[in-house]
């Protein structure tokens, strides 16, 4: 079976706390368990996190997406599939939904063009995730801890940045890729609950999709 499990929603809708809890619970439970992140998570990919994102360039829409895409094939052959060969839990916070929502819809570089859906499929080098998270909350409200994620010291990239309509959109296309998910890929997590509440709720749908117990 395969065990990539990714956490997708807009910057502050708290999938990095979520994502960690997940990989504590697992591993109590005695399983193995490796957590990523993208972009970034190879050396090539910490190169290109760093063009993406540090705000030293700012790429056009079209480059954007195709350095998105060559960090997601790098760290798919790198990292996630010989995780997954050796029988661990992959947590990846972010992967193909995010490149939808951010660098097509939200960028408007066709949200509905088959032929840039392909290009996705062709990055994920036949990896796809065997569920994924969405952590649904309203952008204001992710926006109010971001800012509070900040008061604290933690850097914003180029992307967190952006105008408050551009993360409307990044928000819209999510709930889009839900709505449209026939295949139940997709599992809503009403994010806007405090963090234990959200913990649970994630629980449950591990529990439910993989058998778990406990
Ligand atoms: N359910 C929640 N309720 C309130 N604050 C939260 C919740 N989940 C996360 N946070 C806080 O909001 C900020 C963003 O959460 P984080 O997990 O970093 O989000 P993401 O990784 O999706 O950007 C952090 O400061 C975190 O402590
Ligand atoms: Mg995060």
New binding site residues.
């Given amino acids: 079976m395969n065990k990539l499990i990714t956490f997708e929603?807009v910057?502050?809708?708290?999938?990095?706390?979520?994502l960690k809890r997940v990989s504590d619970w697992l591993r109590d439970l005695g399983h193995d368990v490796i957590t990523t992140f993208e972009p970034g998570d190879t050396p090539l990919g910490k190169e290109i996190r760093s063009l993406l994102l540090a705000g030293d360039f700012v790429p056009v829409p079209e480059t954007e997406l195709l350095l998105f895409l060559a960090d997601r094939a790098q760290h798919v052959r790198e990292v996630i599939q010989p995780a997954l060969a050796s029988g661990a839990w992959v947590l990846c916070?972010r992967y193909s939904d995010s490149t939808l929502a951010y660098q097509l819809a939200a960028r408007k570089l066709g949200d509905s063009a088959a032929n840039l859906k392909e290009m996705l499929v062709f990055a994920e080098c036949g990896v796809r995730p065997a569920l994924t998270l969405w952590?649904d909350v309203p952008v204001d409200e992710a926006m109010r801890?971001?800012m509070?994620?900040a008061e604290?010291g933690e850097k914003a990239t180029r992307l967190d940045d952006e105008a408050e309509s551009f993360h409307e959109r990044v928000s819209f296309a999510f709930k889009q890729q839900f709505d449209d998910n026939a295949s139940g890929r997709i599992a809503r997590m009403d994010?806007a609950?405090?963090?234990d509440d959200?913990e649970k709720q994630v629980r449950d749908v591990l529990k439910q999709r993989f058998g778990l117990s406990a």
């Fill in positions: 929603g910057d502050g809708c708290g999938k990095s706390t979520q916070d952590f801890r971001m509070k994620r604290a994010a609950q405090g963090m959200v």
